[in-house]
């Protein structure tokens, strides 16, 4: 199970950090990747960690903004988003795969495991 949370309103420019708290299994042991989804458009690959080799991955519209972290404490991967933009609002999702390789781990129809979406407004 995946429980993604910490969205919210920011203004433009600002810094927000979502979270992804797994649980039954290990995130070490997983790709997780994070993707967002605006109305109406297709749900896109934002930053993921491949579960072979722990590789981090990310688009090139969030590249140098976002940074994708895990705490194994705490079982859980993060997102740190700074340099929001109005065009980041979305809702955001993280997802989880045993077995995703390389980049392919920011495509997000090969993940089995979705959390709930998170939604996030940048906005003055």
């Known amino acids: 199970q995946l429980q993604a949370s910490g969205g919210g309103l920011v203004q433009p420019g600002g810094s927000l950090t979502l979270s992804c708290a797994a649980s039954?299994?290990?995130?070490?042991?997983?790709?997780v990747g994070w993707f967002r989804q605006a109305p109406g458009d297709d749900r896109e690959g934002l930053s993921c960690i491949s579960s072979n080799d722990g590789n981090t991955y990310y688009a090139d519209s969030v590249l140098g903004r976002f940074t994708i972290s895990t705490d194994r404490s705490k079982n859980t991967v993060y997102l740190h988003m700074s340099g929001l933009k109005p065009e980041d609002t979305a809702n955001y999702y993280c997802a989880a795969d045993p077995n995703l390789f390389g980049s392919s781990c920011l495509v997000a129809g090969w993940y089995d495991y979705w959390g709930q979406g998170t939604l996030v407004t940048v906005s003055s």
């Open positions: 039954g299994f290990g995130v070490d042991n997983y790709a």
